[in-house]
């Protein structure tokens, strides 16, 4: 399939690892108890020392304890549970919530959602970076707050927060912090010892892991209430049947990640987005030069529409996706382009290119190649632009 | 295949044979000079645009040549390309008869969350038509103006700011229609940076009315 496809929607979801997957084996076809049969026989005490295994790799890539890293089906989960699970769990003390509005949806519709159900929720403005606006955390907290959710890197332009000065704010106030770290965890370090954030959403598949499988770091003595009845599994937190392949392959995943590697991505989308800056007329960087996750580039191309840009892409063996409301579901232009000042146009022009374990330099070539000339044959069909 | 050349899209769904066809190939592309109508539907800000201009025979009243120019997406383009191979040699009677169910038809289907991407394509040669005739003299029944015609006629206008027209946005205020002249009044700051897109949009679509001789359109100050 390499030979075919340039493929660099990674921030989407990745390719998994093969060792990922040697990882994981032992446990569908040898280990296979569930590790709650640890007190009754051998193979359950194997299965739970997997699964602490696990643990102990990811939560000490936060510098966290292993006590305070519980596992979900995924960041979705993990995000609903942090917001739900500290709003309900804590409605005697408050009823306010502080999210971003360039949240990714599992924060953003679950903090709509609660909203509806009469929790008050504010939605902080950015800057036409993405930076959260600091002033506007502070003016927001009040006694009636209970969190605030401030993604570590953003989901479609990389922006990567300023997440001690967000968390210290929190603490000086006395309220809890979140973050959404499914776009940063192991590109971008965060350490909970320096850091004072309270809860963290961490994903497996994007970061070559397998699907169906996330973590929520909770700091210990965090009040949250579980939000799924059944077994006693996680801590109380999450009830259900532990995923201990899914676990022991995400460890794998963040095993595998390096800083060379971290390297090598941020090397291959500087050359994408200064070649592209170089090659192509009016085309606009969305998010920050400096500080962005290291896989992430996401430019505007103007005069052409996105969804025409990644169609002609993918014919061309190349895929990527685009902000613009052609290509979504609802037909809503970007919340994340528009959130950070853009108007519409920027947003329908917008192209993510998102790289992986898997892509090289030649990959850089050819899409920078691509893009140049399907944007460039778009603009010839286009009304705007151009002399008139 | 290699990386980077263009291949023939072995996506089946959600878009037909034809769609892509004429997606990456489109027929009459471009924009005619001096045309005899002309029209521009949607705006980059609701993500479709279609500018399409047409030459008509004045004594066949037979469209000659037609051509079309698209921000849009893959429907969009195709629909452009289809209705005008549609309309090109068919009278301005005949041509106003095709429908969007028949250029949806003659692509072999669109996704129907797609449908306002290609029916804006279709409004954009019925706009032209209608331009010819007023431009012309064709309007046989003449209407007179009023606030109700205006109105419609500004649902082609778009809200820059949110991608919907301008009436359904509540951008307009106030239509006030009385001795051939229209008086509007805009809920967008004068010095608005889409102030005069949106001045220039309502003036396109109003000034051909027959009975109307002088616009103000007037913005908040």
Redesign the interface.
């Known amino acids: 399939m390499k030979e075919n496809l340039v493929y660099l929607d990674n921030s989407a979801s990745t390719r998994m690892d093969e060792r990922v997957l040697e990882a994981m084996k032992p446990y569908f076809f040898d280990t296979y108890a569930v590790a709650t049969s640890e007190f009754a026989y051998t193979m359950g005490i194997e299965a739970k020392e997997g699964l602490e295994a696990a643990r102990e790799i990811i939560s000490s890539t936060l510098k966290a304890s292993s006590e305070e890293l519980i596992f979900t089906s995924g960041s979705t989960e993990s995000s609903n549970l942090a917001l739900k699970g500290v709003s309900r769990g804590n409605e005697d003390e408050g009823n306010h919530i502080i999210v971003s509005k360039i949240e990714d949806f599992p924060i953003l519709n679950t903090a709509k959602a609660l909203e509806r159900k009469g929790f008050e929720v504010t939605y902080l403005e950015v800057d036409e970076e993405g930076f959260v606006n600091l002033e506007h955390l502070k003016d927001s907290i009040d006694d009636e707050t209970l969190i605030v959710s401030v993604q570590h890197a953003n989901q479609e332009i990389g922006t990567v927060q300023e997440i001690e000065a967000i968390a210290d704010i929190c603490k000086d106030e006395n309220v809890l912090f979140h973050t959404d770290a499914t776009h940063s965890f192991t590109r971008i370090p965060l350490d909970v010892k320096d850091i004072p954030v309270d809860l963290v959403t961490l994903s497996g598949h994007t970061i070559h892991g397998p699907r169906g499988i996330g973590g929520l770091f909770v700091r210990e003595g965090t009040s949250i209430e579980k939000q799924m009845d059944g077994g006693f599994q996680e801590k109380n937190l999450r009830a259900g049947v532990e995923n201990i392949p899914g676990a022991v392959g995400f460890a794998k995943a963040v095993e595998l990640v390096n800083s060379e590697e971290n390297e090598r991505l941020k090397k291959m989308r500087n050359d994408l987005i200064e070649n592209l800056l170089e090659e192509v007329s009016h085309v606009t960087l969305n998010g920050s030069r400096k500080e962005r996750t290291p896989q992430n580039a996401n430019l505007t191309f103007h005069y052409v529409e996105g969804e025409s840009i990644t169609l002609h892409l993918d014919m061309r063996g190349i895929a990527v996706s685009t902000g613009s409301a052609c290509f979504s579901r609802s037909l809503e232009a970007s919340h994340v382009i528009t959130g950070i000042g853009g108007d519409h146009e920027r947003a329908h022009g917008s192209v993510r290119f998102t790289f992986g374990r898997y892509n090289d330099q030649e990959d850089v070539n050819v899409t920078v190649k691509a893009v140049s000339e399907v944007v460039e044959n778009l603009r010839e069909i286009s009304p705007l632009g151009g002399e008139e | ?9 072995k ?1 089946s769904a959600p878009y037909s044979d034809k769609v892509i066809e004429l ?2 190939n ?1 027929k009459n ?1 471009g ?1 005619i000079k001096d045309p005899d109508g002309k029209a ?1 539907e949607g705006s ?8 399409l201009t047409l030459k008509v025979d004045e004594n066949t009243d037979e469209i000659t040549d037609i051509k079309f ?6 429907s ?2 195709a629909t452009g390309s289809i209705i005008t191979e549609m309309a090109k040699g068919k009278t301005i009677e005949e041509a106003k008869e095709i429908t969007w169910q028949e250029a949806s038809e003659e692509l072999g289907g669109l996704p129907s ?2 449908t ?2 290609s029916v804006l394509a279709v409004d954009s040669l019925k706009e032209a038509i209608r331009d010819y005739e007023e431009r012309h003299g064709k309007v046989e029944e003449r209407v007179p103006t009023d606030e109700g015609v205006v109105r419609e006629r500004l649902k082609h206008v778009m809200n ?4 919907i027209d301008v009436v359904r946005t509540d951008l307009i205020k106030d239509i006030e229609v009385a001795g051939g002249t229209v008086k509007i009044k805009v809920d967008l700051d004068e010095d608005h940076q889409f102030a005069s897109a949106v001045r220039n949009d309502i003036e396109e679509k109003i000034e051909t009315l027959w009975d109307i001789d002088e616009i103000i359109i007037n913005f908040k100050r």
């Not at chain 2, 295949?1 to 899209?9: A, H, K, L, Q, T």
């Not at chain 2, 980059?44 to 500018?51: H, Q």
């Not at chain 2, 820059?160 to 991608?163: C, D, F």
């Open positions: 295949m290699m990386p980077g050349e263009e291949n023939e899209s996506m997606f990456k489109p592309v924009i521009k980059p800000a609701c993500g479709d645009m279609v500018v120019k698209s921000y849009g997406c893959a969009n383009i969350i797609k306002h991407c820059p700011l949110t991608g």
